[in-house]
């Protein structure tokens, strides 16, 4: 209900649009179409579809009692798949990716690899109008979409986002570095996995951006262990079964992990051999 009275009807794209919001880039704020957002709220219509339909079929009682409180009519549902399947995503037939949000390519792509050290962080170097101007992204943003999402999308697909979205991440959140690591590693690009898992790692002991003394950040921690498992091991829930896909880092012996899986606790450990 909150997304179907979020997004207006565009006469312009003859589409669904969302306009004036901040996805997951911080560094972007009041855009209109962010790719992530009008995706996750797509999503989120039909989950919620399924799930009715689910709970109507199975638990008949509690959708009659669920319905009645909140002054459910399955029209509603109807509404909100005609919203979902014309839903607008920004596209760059140029780039061949989907585009962050409307105006990405109005701004100048220069990439972090461009960026002198002296204005690293930037977001302690420049002004936000500045920040807000610039292409750079705070964390995986259209890359956190496809981390979710990844079996609707083709291995090139990944590959060709990923290559233009991560020179343009200037990665100031912990957040950001282990979503990378992940997507790196379903690649094969071991080395960007490896090196993105350390930035996770080392955020805090190294204190990469310059903000240790406000505290330590526990994201940082779960996506060194996200890095690994779902990196490293390849780890993925595929037609209700756990399945692997391993690598195990160049200078690496081994590593190990728990991982508890439909009520039983598993042991996995990957070495050289």
Known sequence: RFWAQRVNWSEHQQKYVMLGVTGPNEFENNVNNNWYTNKIAAWCMDYCREAIAYVK???????????????????????????????????????????????????????????????RPIVEHWSWDRILRSCYIKQADTLQGFYFFEDEYTDEQHKKHYDFYEPLTVHESSLSPCVHSILAAKLGDEKRAYEFYLRTARLDLDDYNNDTRDGLHITSMAGTWMSIVKGFAGMRVKDNELTFKPFLPENWESFSFKIRFRGVVKRVTVNKQ
Do not use: C
């Not at 509603?76 to 919203?83: D, F, G, L, S």
């Not at 780039?95 to 204005?119: C, M, N, R, W, Y």
């Open 57 to 119: 079929e199975f638990h008949s009682a509690d959708f009659t009692r669920i319905a009645d409180v909140s002054k459910f009519t399955i029209s509603e549902t109807k509404k909100w798949q005609e919203i979902s399947e014309n839903m607008y995503y920004p596209y760059s037939e140029e780039h061949g990716v989907f585009l962050q949000q409307d105006g990405l390519l109005d701004k100048e792509l220069i990439p972090v690899t461009d960026l002198p050290a002296s204005q």
